[in-house]
């Protein structure tokens, strides 16, 4: 920014600032301390106490699901024992990641693997600088030089004390901590959204397979057969999948292929996620007239992974004009009407990554596979298409939830990540943004 002063900007050691942002270091600012060293004899100590290490600190948040415990002396307990509103900052590990202490645990201390930091006056507001260290570790990079990259980094404490933290006014400090607090709160509720309809589809799957598309409370009135795959209705049938579907293998990959004078977009194992297809980064190899007809995908094939995660499979949908695919995925096509290609993308889903229907998933030996012949073995359940068709709608409907909060989540995302960005250099400030805040409950 050349003329970042007449802008209302300085040129500061990290970058262009407004103006009336002074810098102060972290040492002016807190008062902090590093925590307990762990000891054999403090885990074996008599006042067993949770203690939060470098995996509980992440960033924003405290993960108490894993505690550990250590002995801790009364005259250390006051010394160590946490109290809401402490900052806790990784000195190793990924250096610098903060989060705030909430109470979490009645009673809780910290090792020596974490700075607490406690504001020494009005000065800096401990959620400003929450953020503020996620954008300067994680966004702009603006403290390489003062950890010690070497096998292990560090972010000592006379390294910390010198870090230079830009301090906006109080009032600026906090409306940006409930700007950037408010879409991570959106965030975070839309992740939990995400988690509560996978867990649906799981438990809605589980029952779809073993009872039919019936309401769970008449699950007690539907007659199950014992079969090889596990239960299922006793008017559903049993059929290798070779009577159902026509299966191939893809291109192989071969040096010439790639140099070849006919490059074609392909799919390849990473392409093929459950239940979708992912074309953001497609590789290209030559298919020739005869293997373009052999190995071009139409709308419809049904994709299956023989190697990485096994059984893997999705639906190709025609996401690009024209495409093909490899030797690491089968392709199905019906043979007949007996099974719909939506139907058997969600039973590989069932029987691979949540029932192991086959004992195919623990197979990672060196590397897992699934090649053709174990394939067409595979035994199918096959309702009828009215069933088959229930089933498929049933979990299409979970699917497009799931779907829909994915991409709110994608784009709260991108939102918080460019707030952050603008709002931490000043390139937008929060009495320009078109929406309110409030501070009423910040740290």
């Not at 893809?250 to 074609?264: D, H, T």
Request: with cysteine; aromatic share 8%.
């Amino acid at each position: 920014m050349g003329n970042a002063a007449t802008n209302g900007f300085a040129e500061t050691e990290l970058g262009p600032l407004p103006s009336e942002w002074p810098l102060i270091s972290f040492g002016d600012l807190f008062e902090s301390k590093l925590g307990k060293m762990l000891s054999k004899a403090a885990r074996q100590g008599n006042l067993p106490k949770p203690y939060m290490r470098n995996a509980n600190v992440q960033w924003l948040n405290v993960d108490i699901s894993d505690v550990y415990e250590m002995d801790f002396a009364e005259h250390e307990q006051s010394k160590f024992r946490l109290v809401p509103g402490d900052i806790l900052i990784c000195e190793g590990g990924e250096v610098g990641r903060t989060a705030i202490w909430r109470g979490e645990i009645a009673e809780c201390y910290y090792q020596k693997a974490i700075h607490r930091a406690r504001p020494k006056d009005g000065r800096i507001d401990a959620e400003f600088f929450m953020y503020h260290m996620l954008h300067s570790f994680t966004g702009e990079k603006r403290y390489t030089g003062f950890g010690t990259e070497t096998t292990i980094a560090h972010l000592p404490a006379i390294k910390l004390k010198m870090l230079p933290i830009p301090c906006p006014s109080m009032e600026e400090q906090r409306a940006i901590a409930g700007a950037l607090r408010t879409v991570q709160r959106a965030k975070e509720a839309t992740e939990k959204v995400i988690a509560a309809a996978r867990q649906l589809k799981q438990s809605l799957m589980r029952h779809l397979f073993t009872y039919g598309p019936v309401p769970f409370q008449q699950a007690d009135h539907v007659e199950l057969q014992e079969t090889e795959v596990g239960d299922i209705p006793v008017e559903w049938r049993l059929q290798k999948f070779d009577n159902l579907f026509e299966s191939r293998l893809g291109k192989m990959l071969s040096r010439a292929a790639k140099q070849g004078m006919s490059p074609k977009p392909y799919l390849r194992n990473a392409n093929v996620q459950w239940g979708r297809i992912e074309t953001h980064d497609l590789y290209e190899m030559d298919f020739d007239e005869n293997e373009q007809a052999k190995f071009r995908l139409r709308n419809g094939d049904v994709l299956i992974c023989e190697g990485g995660e096994v059984g893997r499979t999705a639906i190709w949908r025609d996401e690009l004009p024209e495409c093909y695919y490899q030797k690491a995925l089968h392709l199905a096509r019906p043979r007949n009407g007996h099974m719909l290609p939506d139907f058997l993308s969600y039973h590989m889903m069932n029987a691979f990554l949540l029932s192991n229907t086959y004992g195919l998933v623990g197979t990672r030996t060196t590397i897992a596979h699934l090649p053709g012949v174990k394939l067409k073995a595979l035994l199918m359940p096959v309702p009828s298409t009215g069933d088959q068709e229930q089933i498929v709608k049933a979990l299409d409907s979970v699917n497009e939830k799931e779907r829909s909060e994915v991409g709110k989540l994608e784009a709260l995302t991108e939102m918080f990540d460019s707030l952050l960005h603008d709002l931490m250099t000043g390139q937008r400030r929060v009495h320009d943004l078109d929406f309110d805040f409030t501070d009423e409950d910040a740290a």
